[in-house]
């Protein structure tokens, strides 16, 4: 069933390097990862900025993304030499759609088990959200969840997203508890950013304007049973050694420069996990 509408009175307030949180420690800032990657060189320069401009730190969220903390403002904005500082990193892609950069993805997909490799799906998608003008205004809350199907993430409350029934072949997730098409994998990304482009149609704008798939006052698109091989499910990524990399716990989500200089030696891929880690490549421990 439909849940009845939410009334907002204001639009969200998510942070972004453009667009800085007040804190009481002083600006803070959220950067998005699409499905967690970054690189070791990325979170190398990412460190420096925090050391140079901020509390010295890197803090993660639940959504596998980065935050800095401490960092200087002037009228509510970062100054311009620190949001060039954080472009260097490589990871501020597009200033016009940093906010709606919101794409989590089963962390080992790619690397080890699940039915199908989401990397290049998600790297679609994030390309493809990027160049549509009209999805810059999505709110800083949407969020897209993709599960390869080991179900890791398959219950986790999402606004679109899908689940691989196998190699090639995908169910699109509508609303936390809607279903769409089942499609191609290669469509599937193509099929989201459709389907995000007429939830701004049918959301209309202002400050009362729903920010998510669950608030809207009629279905973004017609229901579709759910696939019986969506019904899978597996616990949180455990740390420690999982098949070809170490899930590494970062403690309250707080990556220290010390931390951070010992993940870089990991690289040169990376990826954040939704459960306050880091997936490294081998199977040593840091040291």
């Known amino acids: 069933m439909h849940e009845e509408p939410v009334t907002r009175t204001r639009g969200d307030l998510c942070p972004g390097a453009l667009r800085p949180w007040a804190a009481s420690d002083g600006a803070l800032v959220r950067l998005r990862l699409a499905g967690g990657r970054l690189t070791s060189e990325s979170l190398a320069a990412?460190?420096?900025?925090?050391?140079?401009?901020?509390?010295?730190?890197?803090?993660?969220?639940?959504?596998?993304?980065?935050?800095l903390r401490g960092l200087p403002s002037q009228d509510g904005a970062l100054p311009e030499f620190v949001i060039e500082a954080i472009e260097g990193t490589g990871l501020l892609p597009s200033r016009s759609h940093e906010l709606v950069r919101n794409f989590l993805a089963s962390p080992m997909t790619?690397?080890?088990?699940?039915?199908?490799?989401?990397?290049?799906v998600v790297a679609a998608l994030d390309s493809l959200v990027c160049a549509h003008p009209d999805?810059?205004?999505?709110?800083?809350?949407?969020?897209f969840v993709m599960d390869d199907g080991r179900g890791d993430l398959v219950d986790?409350?999402?606004?679109?997203?899908?689940?691989?029934?196998?190699?090639?072949t995908v169910q699109l997730r509508i609303g936390s508890d809607g279903w769409g098409s089942v499609l191609s994998l290669r469509d599937a990304s193509q099929a989201l950013v459709?389907?995000?482009?007429?939830?701004?149609?049918?959301?209309?704008?202002?400050?009362?304007?729903?920010w998510h798939v669950d608030e809207l006052p009629?279905?973004?698109?017609?229901?579709?049973?759910?696939?019986?091989?969506?019904?899978?499910t597996s616990p949180a990524l455990p740390y420690g050694v999982n098949g070809p990399v170490v899930h590494v716990p970062v403690p309250?989500?707080?990556?220290?420069?010390?931390?951070?200089?010992?993940?870089?030696?990991?690289?040169p891929e990376l990826v954040v996990t939704p459960w306050h880690g880091?997936?490294?490549?081998g199977k040593g421990g840091l040291r």
């Open 46 to 67: 990412l460190s420096e900025v925090a050391t140079s401009h901020g509390d010295g730190n890197i803090h993660l969220t639940r959504r596998a993304n980065v935050q």
């Open 110 to 120: 790619g690397l080890a088990g699940g039915r199908c490799d989401l990397r290049p």
């Open 135 to 143: 999805l810059r205004e999505l709110p800083g809350r949407f969020l």
């Open 156 to 168: 986790r409350p999402t606004d679109l997203g899908l689940v691989a029934l196998d190699e090639t």
């Open 194 to 210: 459709d389907l995000a482009v007429e939830l701004m149609r049918m959301r209309g704008d202002g400050p009362s304007a729903p």
């Open 218 to 232: 009629e279905p973004l698109a017609d229901p579709e049973p759910r696939d019986e091989r969506t019904r899978v």
């Open 252 to 267: 309250n989500g707080v990556i220290s420069p010390e931390l951070a200089a010992d993940l870089v030696m990991h690289g």
């Open 278 to 281: 880091v997936l490294v490549e």
